[in-house]
């Protein structure tokens, strides 16, 4: 099941993303996909903040690729960009973090797909004007998902 959603602002995001993470359980492995500035990073905020996580400590790991964050629910909070070929994902332990305790968010995620779980949930970000976003989500086995729909229902198309 897809769930189509109008992102109209930076806020909006962060929201849609705060409505996922409240119905996340330990062990979900979340993959976002989508070009440079398409609202991932911004989207892993609000997941981060329903985890209890500040958001402000939620930055784009393109650089360090991982960053883990502590909480009751830690979050692991990944970004592939820079990783030239999957192999190398490999070599820095991805099967291990993506089959981790915690929450599990990767960015990039097309680049490292054959490592995906099967169950994972998947968000796909497109652009659709300056400040607008269309994101298709994807949850194949979200327990919580009835809530997630209650809580995003105002971001929702042709709900
Ligand atoms: P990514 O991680 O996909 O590269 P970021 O979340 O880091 O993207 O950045 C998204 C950029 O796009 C930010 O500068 C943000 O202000 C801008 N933006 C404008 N409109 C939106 C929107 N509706 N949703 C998300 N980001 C938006
Ligand atoms: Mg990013």
Do not use: N
């Not at 990944?78 to 490999?90: G, K, P, Q, S």
Request: aromatic letters at 6%.
């Amino acid at each position: 099941m897809q769930l189509l959603f109008t992102s109209g602002s930076p806020s909006d995001t962060v929201e849609i993303g705060r409505a996922l993470g409240a119905a996340l359980r330990p062990g979900d492995v979340v993959a976002l996909y989508g070009d440079l500035g398409a609202g991932k990073t911004l989207f892993c905020k609000g997941v981060g903040e329903a985890l209890g996580i500040p958001p402000d400590r939620i930055l784009s790991p393109t650089f360090t690729i991982v960053t883990e964050h502590a909480g009751p629910v830690p979050l692991t909070h990944i970004d592939v960009y820079r990783l030239a070929v999957a192999r190398e994902a490999d070599e820095i332990g991805m099967r291990e973090l993506l089959s981790g305790d915690g929450v599990c968010l990767v960015e990039w995620a097309e680049k490292i797909e054959e490592l995906l779980p099967t169950d994972c949930i998947q968000v796909r970000f497109a652009f659709s004007g300056d400040d607008r976003r269309e994101i298709a989500i994807a949850a194949p086995d979200l327990p919580g998902f009835g809530e997630f729909l209650a809580r995003s229902i105002r971001f929702q198309r042709g709900g």
